[in-house]
């Protein structure tokens, strides 16, 4: 599946309960920068982003 510029800016919007949620696990590598880059993200902070990436990027860190 592919995400829709539609659901990133949900994801986006969303970003930190979404975050903590097994589907952000599964987003693929293309996903991430439009995801990162979307003027709908919302974080408190830029740790929120930090610490997300990190969770994203070790779970599967053979492929990433």
């Given at each position: 599946y592919r995400l829709?510029?539609?659901?990133?800016?949900?994801?986006?919007?969303?970003f930190v309960p979404v975050s903590l949620s097994a589907y952000f696990l599964d987003l693929r590598e293309d996903e991430m920068p439009a995801l990162l880059k979307s003027d709908a993200l919302r974080v408190d902070s830029e740790e929120d982003v930090f610490?997300?990436?990190?969770?994203?990027m070790s779970h599967d860190d053979a492929r990433r």
């Open positions: 829709t510029p539609s659901a990133i800016q949900i994801i986006a919007f969303n610490s997300a990436l990190d969770r994203w």
